[in-house]
Each structure stands twice: as structure tokens, then as C-alpha cells.
């Protein structure tokens, strides 16, 4: 077990090292760009120790913000070919070089945090950030609904690239030929912890699909082959309604608009609910079939504020089957993989987001869960991802956002920081 103030500094470090003047990277080689998600968990690293390095990485992120209100999964701010696809291959219409998908909207959350360190400096970057929030949860509820939950158009957009939430709607793509490419992950990362040629095959499919109807929202949604109501979306989202109507409040908006969303997310999680499973799970919605998984984003009810007792009990099954935190997919499942990025290893963020709700409810499984998390962290360092059942780490190394949740949740100095 290392020391707490070793920790503290090397989590410093690494945002630090990362630190591309205004955003970060995930980890240099892997991810040599801003991430949507990655940037916004960050941002809370930074808060804990140079607010206003915080705020720079929120307001570097959008950016990249399209005219249609979408803040892309990855911005493009320099060339960098250790990376496909790149933007080339994506062809964004955004502002700045971009993909065309975004991710799990945790940013208004974050903003919240963040503003919550110092609200005398945060109200005027609240303020110049608003509005640019409000566009982006609009474009999701005016896209990314099926019968009130919030969906996905592209496995990469939900974050959870090779979850096996996506097998049965990837399973039904035909990719055909997608040309020759080569893949840059696993020049950096052992082919075991990654996606397999086939998973690639599919992703590119859809990306050429986009790419060639420019992006057009309308027009991809018609005959779409790949729409998946997701969890980790729809609690995302759900949350970040939530933070933007506070700091909304506190700016003293009318959010009139975002509490309608708020109820209407809320009837959409309902649609989630497996009755085979007793558990929140994606659903195909061109298909209506279930994933059948019981995976880390199952648990993201909690941080969404929806506390549903049947919930608790899932955990508990899932728990005892690993020792650290809350694994990606449920060990007991046939296609658990403890290695291989999102089909079972355990990710702090994700158990950051569970914890969190879980405290904030009230239930003491949340404080269980930050320790496990303390304790992973501090035995293993600061990976991507790792095996729930030993804590081996795998994927990249000096992650940012394993640092960045270290600072502001799983260092017993978090709260003091």
C-alpha cells in the first residue's frame, strides 16, 4: 500500500503530464486527444488542486461544440497519427477537427463540482458555459430519445465500446468491405485487452455511414442499423439535468424546460427495467430484444437519483463475485472477460459515478464502494482499467482519469483537498 500524500502527488503528476496547454489527454500514445468524458472527469482532478485550470478544460471542450448543440466524443486539436480513425476518416462539420458521436454527458455534472469549489470565481465561467450545456442536453432529448430513454447511435458513443450490451444489435450489421486500415490501438496495448478486428469491422461501418451523410442527424436516423437504448446514457443525462437545473437556478434561469426533461428521462428509465434480469439493461430498439447484461452502468441508477431497492440486491450478487468494486459486466456471465476492456474489468470512474449515488441516497454500500476503489488505486496504480478479481491493471498507464477520481473522490484527502 502506498502513502496517501504519494498518491496525491503522483495523481497530480499525471494530469500534469497529460496536460496539452488547456486539455488533456487520456494517456499519451493510446488516446492522444480530448475525450469527451475523460475531459470532464479531468476537469475534477484539476479542481482539487488549480481551479482554474479546471475551468480551461470544460471551456477547451466545447469548443469543439457543433452548430446543432452535439459536443463531440473526441476533438481533433492536433494531427497525431498514432491514432485511427483519425480525422480524416471521420470528417466532422464541427469547429474544430472532430469525431461525429459524442458520449455520456457527465460535463454539467462536473461543472457543478468544480463550481462548487470556489462559487465566487466559478459564477462568471458558469455563466459563458450555460448556454452551450443547455444546447447539447437539448440535441440529446431532440436525438438520442426512444421512448424516453437515451439511446446510442455508435457503441463508442456510449463509452463502453465492446460492452456486451451491443452483441446482439452488432451481430446484425453487415459490414461488408471497409477497406483496409490498420489499427493503432494495439501497437500500444495488448490485443487481449482490446476490441477484436470484428468489433472494428463494425465500428468503421458505422463511422463510413455517417461520414458519407455528412453527419446529418435526420438522415441517419432513417433506416438507422445500430440504435441502442443505453443506461449509461440515460443515467448520465439524467444527472447532469439535474446539476445543469441547479447551477441554472443559481444563475437565475427559468429551467422550466430542463425539469421537463428531467420527468420525462425518468418515465424513459422505465423502459430499461428487465423483468428477466431484475436489473436496468440496454435495449435494441429496432429489435426490443435485451442484453441481458448486468453491467457497472446497471448501477448508474443511483447517481441518476432513482433509488430502486431491487438495485441493491443485484449489487450484492455482483459484489461478492469480485474483490474490487463494481465490475464491467457481471463475473457470473459467460462472456465476462476480466482483461478485455469493457467485458468485465473494473473502471474507477464508473465506480466513482455508482458510489457517489449510492452516498448520496443515503446507502453505506457508497462509502464501501469508495474504499475498495482507495484501495485498487493504491495497490495497483493509476491504469485504465483492471481485473476486478486480482486488480491487475491493464490498458493504458498514467491514466488521466483514474488520477483525476483519485483527487476527487477516492483519496481519504478528497474532501479536504
Known sequence: MTNVTDLDTEARRILKLNDRGGYTIPTAGLYPYQWNWDSAFAALGFAQFDVDRAWSELETLFSGQWENGM??????????????????VWQGVGPVASSGISQPPVAATMVRKVYDRDPEQGRARVAALYDKMLAWHGWFMDWRLDRGAACITHPWEAGRDNAPDWDNAMAALDP????????????????????????????????????????????MLKDTPFRVADPTMTFTLLRAHRDLAALGAVLGHDTSQIEAWIAELEDG???????????????????????????????LCWYAGL?????????????????????????????????????GPVWGI????????????????????????????????????????????????????????????????????
Open 176 to 219: 461488408g468491405d471497409v477497406g483496409p486500415y490498420t489499427r493503432r490501438d494495439i501497437t500500444h496495448v495488448d490485443s487481449s485487452m482490446r476490441p477484436t478486428k470484428y468489433d472494428y469491422d463494425r465500428y468503421l461501418f458505422l463511422v463510413q455511414r455517417g461520414a458519407r451523410l455528412n453527419w446529418d442527424e435526420a438522415a
Open 71 to 88: 459536443v463531440p466524443h473526441i476533438i481533433f486539436h492536433q494531427e497525431d497519427e498514432g491514432y485511427f480513425p483519425g480525422p480524416d
Open 269 to 299: 428509465a422505465k423502459t430499461l427495467w428487465n423483468p428477466d434480469t431484475q436489473c436496468f439493461d440496454s435495449r435494441d430498439t429496432r429489435t426490443g430484444t435485451w442484453s441481458n447484461a448486468i453491467s457497472n452502468a446497471s448501477f
Open 307 to 343: 433509488d430502486v431497492p431491487e438495485m441493491r440486491d443485484r449489487l450484492a450478487e455482483v459484489l461478492e463475485a469480485v474483490q474490487y468494486g463494481v465490475p464491467s459486466l457481471d463475473a457470473r456471465d459467460l462472456r465476462f472477460d476480466g482483461m478485455r476492456y469493457w467485458r
Open 350 to 417: 464508473m465506480n466513482m459515478m455508482i458510489g457517489t449515488g449510492l452516498t448520496e441516497m443515503g446507502h453505506l454500500e457508497g462509502e464501501a464502494l469508495r474504499q475498495s476503489t482507495a484501495d485498487l488505486l493504491s495497490e495497483h496504480g493509476f491504469a485504465e482499467y483492471f481485473d476486478p478479481r486480482t486488480g491487475e491493471p491493464a490498458g493504458g498507464k498514467s491514466f488521466t482519469w483514474t488520477a483525476a477520481i483519485w483527487l476527487g473522490w477516492a483519496s481519504p484527502n478528497a474532501e479536504a483537498a
